[in-house]
């Protein structure tokens, strides 16, 4: 029973994205915020517990990734369609991603690959992203002056240039990914 303690935690977290979503759109930043507190614990727990109870899963291991952008992705979106943030910058968000899922898609339908490990460069994106996206919710909770307004474009400045470096570096390792999966059929 304590095994499925991570995978259920995954699935609280999903279940958290339309509160946190709802919550935003109402312009309940506040509330929003503290979803999103849980949201991280959730997301912290579920792999340290799935590590320390060695209860690591094939389903956990799909769920956590898709959780989290699901939660972050709906959070730049639910910004953008507020007018919170322009609508370029979430589309460099979803732009990213969806090259990433281009090419696992392409990968699994036409290639032997099944193993697409995180890069530094993604996870340094995801992270700033989420330090931006955490910024403007707190902007929209505190009314700040021009002194955090010009913070938060700074970290949403940095997301986008975060953003646009991990798809390239991702465009760069897929392309390197499916030459080595050519030699190796060739072979």
Request: glycine share 10%.
């Amino acid at each position: 029973m304590l095994r499925l303690i991570p995978n259920l935690l995954t699935l609280g977290r999903l279940v958290l994205v339309p509160v946190v979503l709802r919550a935003m759109w109402t312009g309940n930043f506040g509330v929003a915020l503290a979803w999103c507190f849980v949201a991280g614990l959730t997301d912290a727990l579920d792999g340290a517990l799935a590590r320390g109870l060695h209860a690591r899963s094939r389903i956990g291991a799909y769920l956590d990734p898709v959780a989290d952008k699901l939660l972050l992705s709906g959070i730049y979106l639910v910004f953008a369609l507020r007018g919170d943030i322009p609508w370029w910058i979430t589309a460099i968000v979803f732009g990213r991603d969806a090259m990433i899922l281009a090419f696992v898609g392409y990968a699994f339908a036409f290639t032997s690959i099944r193993d697409f490990p995180p890069t530094v460069w993604g996870k340094l994106s995801t992270m700033v992203q989420v330090i931006a996206a955490l910024m403007v919710l707190l902007s929209g909770v505190v009314h700040p002056g021009p002194g955090i307004r010009g913070l938060e474009h700074t970290v949403l400045g940095a997301a986008v240039l975060a953003t646009l470096w991990s798809a390239i570096h991702y465009a760069i390792v897929a392309g390197s990914m499916l030459r080595r999966n050519a030699v190796k059929r060739a072979d």
